[in-house]
């Protein structure tokens, strides 16, 4: 088949590119796979590459020929906007039962949350983080809920159910109403500081949930200072109506969260909720699920003894 498209030429200048990609891939190891948005951001932030849209164009084309040839793991690099749905189906019926085995009574995990003073989740504004954000909030057994932009009324809506349920379920056990807390995290520009009051707006005012407890974790000007992050200049188009107030506030300061290196966002997530959170109640809900943990293998041990000696 006959195309017009080139692959990539190995030249002196990107064979050192793909060194230095390495480079910060090696250093990322424990956060793969990363978005190329973080890649980029790494480099631009260790001075390899200047911050513009030629680079990025160049860093993708470099990236995707360095998979293909075996460079660059394709665990390391993972596309988290175009996602397969597998509905194949089992081979056979001893299959199924083999699979449902190996996770059978194996997820079991206990509600942290469940007597805190506080009901606390975690909302950030880009899907391509969410996977860094999951793995830390999962330690304490916090929601995180991606964005993506503006949020929808029905999700809005959806956090004002869960809020109700978790309080109503508070007092059922006559146990003080928790308030709920909500930690947010976004891009630095005029878009991703509006999103934030819009959220708000609409929880307070429209949806009728008063009481609600917000805090933008990041990005904020103190991180774009502390860590020294490269501005994102096409994040300020003219056309935006909330370009000239963001302007008038911060100048032409814009940074995307992609920016933060993940163990700034991993460290800036732990101390966010371990700051909410009371610690005794936590290591009490942690041993109380160690002890149910343990009556749980049991019986996953005999039920599958059961089926073996069955024959499924």
């Known amino acids: 088949m006959n195309t017009s498209r080139r692959a990539l030429t190995w030249t002196e200048a990107n064979g050192q590119r793909l060194k230095q990609v390495q480079h910060v891939l090696q250093q990322l190891r424990q956060y793969w796979p990363l978005t190329l948005r973080q890649v980029y951001y790494q480099l631009v932030a260790a001075e390899y590459i200047e911050n513009r849209q030629s680079q990025y164009q160049a860093l993708s084309k470099l990236l995707k020929q360095a998979r293909i040839e075996g460079l660059i793991p394709w665990e390391a690099i993972e596309d988290r906007i175009r996602r397969h749905h597998d509905n194949t189906g089992y081979m056979n019926a001893r299959q199924y039962v083999d699979t449902e085995l190996r996770y059978f009574l194996k997820d079991y995990q206990r509600n942290y949350q469940q007597g805190q003073p506080v009901y606390l989740e975690i909302w950030i504004e880009k899907d391509a983080l969410s996977r860094i954000f999951e793995s830390e909030a999962d330690k304490y057994r916090v929601p995180v809920q991606v964005c993506r932009g503006y949020v929808s009324v029905s999700t809005l809506n959806d956090y004002r159910n869960r809020v109700i349920q978790v309080q109503h379920q508070a007092a059922r056990l006559q146990l003080p109403k928790p308030r709920p807390v909500l930690l947010y995290y976004g891009d630095f520009d005029p878009s991703g500081q509006q999103m934030f009051e819009a959220t708000q707006q609409t929880i307070e005012a429209e949806l009728n949930l008063p009481g609600v407890e917000y805090s933008r974790e990041a990005l904020n000007v103190d991180d774009i200072h502390r860590y020294r992050l490269p501005h994102s200049p096409e994040a ?65 041990a005999k039920v599958t003894e059961l089926l073996d000696q069955e024959g499924h």
């Not at 935006?240 to 290196?261: F, K, M, N, S």
């Not at 109380?288 to 343990?294: D, I, N, V, Y």
């Open 236 to 300: 300020l188009k003219k056309s935006d109506p909330r370009a000239a107030r963001h302007q008038a506030q911060y100048g032409d300061l814009a940074v995307e969260l992609d920016a933060l290196p993940p163990a700034v966002l991993v460290e800036k997530v732990r101390q966010a909720i371990e700051r909410e959170l009371d610690p005794a109640l936590l290591a009490q809900a942690r041993q109380q699920e160690a002890q149910e943990l343990h009556g749980i293998l049991k019986l996953r």
